[in-house]
């Protein structure tokens, strides 16, 4: 009779008999050996299940896990907490990087949505005798709500706590770090691996962006689209004590253009770091993301285009794709797992 077996099946089998010869420490005896280890194992891994603030087999963390104190990960903003590693550096941001890394916090805060929403429309009541596009408008609301926000607050004007500690700005004196475990990923800094053979400062962002046909487009258009990134920097900031928050800042390559960004024929992602955005030059470049926006992707050198590499998706560790345990799901692992299949006669 022939029967289909997975060549996993073949593979699991051996590793436990591999598994079980390493058992044996007395090769006079090596039945007594092995079932003796086999079951002090299995003795101590029940008993393990019984105790309590003990590390063991079965409760150990994950490798990359980060922080667990769930009391100081509410102190962070915007799900931002991890666990930083190696030696912290105190710094001091520059005005134009305290700008850059404030005003993105004040963008995405819910509590600043009302403020946001009404210097909105102050500058759009300014700008009719201007007549000035939606464009410009856009331009003018990042250039300048921090500062219109500071002064609105000083002048008396009513607004919830959360608010009021955001207007009083970041503190300038900030943490640096080499390393972070955030979402089950461990990045490193270009800088910390420019020796090292290892790569961990792949980052991809899915984020929004509101897009321009023209100068005079009147209807802008949201859309959501992923940015491929070096980690070149991972701060923490805070506000004075009251709330912290960690970012990233990077180097985003132009997904704009064709010369930052493509598909190749076997529609592989290829991007080039030559080609670069928001490099931080201007004011209104935005280098920094949350920590907890990002994920981890790595960038394999192309050996026949000089200058782009593949962008290579990797996925936590401990963290499996059990599917949806829909129908189609599992008949499509089906047709999968068939090709795999070997006749045994």
Known sequence: MNEHYA??????????????????????????????CYLTKECMTFCSRYLEDVETRINRPSRNDGFTNHNLAETYLFQSYGQAIGKVEIAHLDNRSWVQAHRYILFHHDSIEPLRNEFK???????????????????????????????TLWSGKDVNEEAKWFSQGLNR??????????????FHTKSHE???????????????????ASARDNNPVEAKVEY???????????????????????????????????KDQFGFT??????????????????YVFS?????????????DEGWYVVL??????????GNGSKDDIDKRSKTLHFFRTKLK
């Open 292 to 304: 907890s926006q990002v994920k981890q992707v790595f960038y394999s050198k192309d050996p026949i």
């Open 270 to 287: 290829m991007v080039n770091f030559s080609r670069l955005i928001h490099t931080g030059q201007q004011l209104i470049d935005e280098l």
């Open 194 to 212: 420019r020796l090292r053979r290892v790569q961990n400062y792949g980052i991809v962002v899915n984020s929004s962006i509101t897009s321009y």
């Open 173 to 186: 004196v900030v943490k640096r770090y080499n390393a972070f475990l955030i979402n089950g990923f461990k």
């Open 7 to 36: 060549p996993g099946r073949i593979q699991e089998k051996r590793r436990f008999l591999c598994k079980l010869k390493s058992y044996c420490r007395n090769k006079r005896y090596p039945e007594g050996s092995i079932a003796e």
């Open 228 to 262: 491929y990134e070096l980690l070149t920097d991972i701060i923490e900031l805070d506000y004075y004590g009251k709330q912290k928050v960690a970012l990233f800042q990077c180097d985003w390559v132009d997904i704009n253009t064709t010369r930052g960004i493509k």
């Open 121 to 151: 429309q102050v500058l759009r009541s300014r700008s009719r005798s201007r007549r000035l596009q939606h464009q410009e408008i856009y331009k003018l609301f990042i250039e300048s709500f921090h500062e219109w926000l500071g002064q």
């Open 313 to 322: 998706r990797n996925t936590p560790r401990d963290l499996f794709d059990m």
